[in-house]
């Protein structure tokens, strides 16, 4: 018998068997909570968009944005054939304007970050090494919005740079756009934080997939049905704060305040209210997302 056969060879008690398979404990370098974070994030950043993935899991983020982004380049091509021509998308009203494909993709990729991991019970590999429960919540998070964030700024690049490519004079039409990099920045950023928190916040609470993008779109669905009811049947002051329970509107005044300009036919456009009280709404609405996803992570089973 050779050394090998004997290590594997069973060792007969008057109870059982004891197999010695050979394996050994990890012995290389441990790099920590920081590392074990970062991994987390840039593995959930990945899952959103199914890389890695089998193609069935890249359908519905890519699909989706190739439609957020299939404006914006017909748009710049518009501006390209007709320089004078009135685009129907600037940085303003773009990402108002195309709020169903931002909150469809919430819906579709919250719950593959979160849920999955429930219902295949995994958090308590996550939570038996050098993760925390909150770093495994602000992972998720932070990928989601990151996804959100770069969902939101690719069809605000196209335009920056179709409006530079269409100019006769490049160098000085480059120059000219630098101010809008506030903006096409800056607007993503306030639409990607609070839909990631309330979209995560939501997935969070069940293991079942369907489930969580149900009621993601139910919130996004009643919301905007009821604010738009209220707004229209109220009287006085309630149909001017009505809208305020659609979370598009709360973005969308936010990004009037910081950055932009009213779009017509927002509803912030006809909402007397001053524009801060839409950022301290935004600001609230980020805050109790994330807040619900840390109690909901403190609390589950492992």
Same mark, same amino acid.
């Given at each position: ?46 899952? #959103? ?10 359908? +519905? !983020? @890519?699909? %989706? ?30 990402? @108002? ?5 931002? #909150?469809?993709? $919430?819906? &579709? ?29 602000? &992972? ?13 700024? #690719? !069809? ?24 809008? %990099?506030?903006?096409? $920045?800056?607007?993503? *950023?306030?639409?990607? *934080? ?8 939501? &997935?969070?609470?069940t293991p079942r997939r369907a489930y969580a993008t149900g009621a993601i779109?139910? +919130? ?20 001017? $704060?009505? !809208? ?9 005044g936010t990004r009037d305040w910081l950055l932009g300009q009213s779009i !017509?036919?927002?509803? $912030? ?6 524009? @801060? +009280? ?8 980020? %805050?109790?997302?994330?807040? #619900?996803? *840390? @109690? ?7």
């Open positions: 018998m050779t050394r090998r056969e004997a290590a594997v060879a069973p060792r007969e008690s008057a109870t059982g068997a004891i197999y010695d398979l050979g394996y050994r404990g990890y012995d290389g370098p441990r790099l920590g909570r920081r590392a074990a974070f970062a991994t987390l994030f840039v593995a959930s950043l990945r899952a #959103a968009f199914g890389l890695g993935r089998p193609g069935r899991s890249k359908v +519905v !983020p @890519w699909g %989706l944005s190739a439609i957020m982004i299939v404006p914006a380049a017909v748009a710049g091509a518009i501006q390209a054939l007709a320089p004078s021509g009135l685009s129907p998308f600037n940085y303003d009203n773009y990402l @108002w304007d195309l709020q169903p494909i931002l #909150a469809l993709f $919430v819906a &579709a990729q919250a719950p593959e970050l979160v849920s999955s991991d429930q219902r295949n019970h995994v958090l308590s590999l996550y939570f038996s090494h050098a993760l925390a429960r909150s770093d495994y919540a602000l &992972a998720k998070f932070g990928a989601m919005a990151a996804a959100l964030f770069m969902l939101a700024l #690719a !069809p605000l690049l196209v335009i920056y740079f179709a409006a530079i490519l269409a100019s006769t004079d490049v160098v000085a039409a480059f120059g000219d756009q630098l101010g809008n %990099l506030p903006q096409i $920045v800056g607007a993503p *950023l306030i639409y990607a *934080l609070p839909l990631a928190a309330l979209g995560m916040a939501i &997935a969070s609470f779109i139910a +919130v996004f669905l009643v919301t905007a049905a009821v604010g738009g009811i209220l707004s229209e049947a109220g009287r006085g002051r309630l149909s001017l $704060v009505a !809208p305020l329970i659609n979370p598009f509107v709360l973005l969308d !017509p036919d927002s509803p $912030v456009f006809r909402a007397d209210l001053d524009l @801060w +009280v839409f950022g301290v709404l935004t600001a609230a609405l980020t %805050l109790v997302g994330i807040v #619900a996803v *840390l @109690w909901r992570y403190r609390r589950i089973a492992a």
